[in-house]
Antibody, heavy 123, light 107 residues
Framework: QVQLVESGGGVVQPERSLRLSCAAS????????MHWVRQAPGKGLEWVAL????????YYADSVTGRFTISRDNSKNTLFLQMSRLRAEDAAVYFC????????????????WGQGTLLTVSS | DIQMTQSPSSLSASVGDRVTITCRAS??????LNWYQQKPGKVPKLLIY???NLQGGVPSRFSGSGSGTDFTLTISSLQPEDFATYSC?????????FGQGTKLEIK
């Protein structure tokens, strides 16, 4: 069955960096675009970033552009989110999510989600 | 960016009730609208995609409709397990955006 397991969250000081990982299994990872979506405590969902199945195309929310970088290693079935210059407003649970498309197509919605990893930004 | 606005923000209903949640886009998104259910402490679950397509395994009491800027999610007969927060999401253009959520509570 499809599994997405995030890791790498924790407590980090403002302006520092952190990298999140998402280990995928149960499907052909290299055939699917992948997303990061976040949810601040008690708030709604916010899309963060998208990467195409082969990693060549990347898109970001305005709020993270220039600070976050999405990447993937298809040989290791792993998705990454490198976050730098972190701000208090970046504090959230970060979910990796599979795009429902597959086979080279991107549908821009999410059919499987990981359990999330919590990022706290505090001095 | 396309703004998504849900109404109501919260709703109290009883088991067996028919419930409708509305989502409005700030510009036309054709039928590129998706609905998610999220229970407290749990992961969002895709219910409906492209306005009216029921995701596999989702009970048929859930349905979606609409196009352009106005969309609805309907639960025909509320079950105890349906009390949750429902969020819409447009997949028409990047950045992808969500509504603020509708919290469905037990009356």
């Amino acid at each position: 069955q499809v599994q997405l397991v995030e890791s790498g969250g924790g407590v980090v000081q403002p302006e520092r960096s952190l990298r999140l990982s998402c280990a995928a299994s149960g499907f052909t990872f290299s055939s699917y675009a992948m997303h990061w979506v976040r949810q601040a405590p008690g708030k709604g969902l916010e899309w963060v970033a998208l990467i195409s199945d082969d990693g060549t195309n990347k898109y970001y929310a305005d709020s993270v552009t220039g600070r976050f970088t999405i990447s993937r290693d298809n040989s290791k079935n792993t998705l990454f989110l490198q976050m730098s210059r972190l701000r208090a407003e970046d504090a959230a649970v970060y979910f990796c999510a599979r795009d429902m498309g597959g086979s080279g197509s991107t549908w821009y919605h999410f059919d499987y989600w990981g359990q999330g990893t919590l990022l706290t930004v505090s001095s | 960016d396309i703004q998504m606005t849900q109404s109501p923000s919260s709703l109290s209903a009883s088991v067996g009730d028919r419930v409708t949640i509305t989502c409005r886009a700030s510009q036309s998104i054709s039928r590129y609208l998706n609905w998610y259910q999220q229970k407290p402490g749990k992961v969002p679950k895709l219910l409906i995609y492209t306005a009216s397509n029921l995701q596999g395994g989702v009970p048929s009491r859930f349905s979606g409709s609409g196009s352009g800027t106005d969309f609805t999610l309907t639960i025909s007969s509320l079950q105890p397990e349906d009390f949750a927060t429902y969020s819409c999401q447009q997949s028409y253009s990047i950045p992808l955006t969500f509504g603020q959520g509708t919290k469905l509570e037990i009356k």
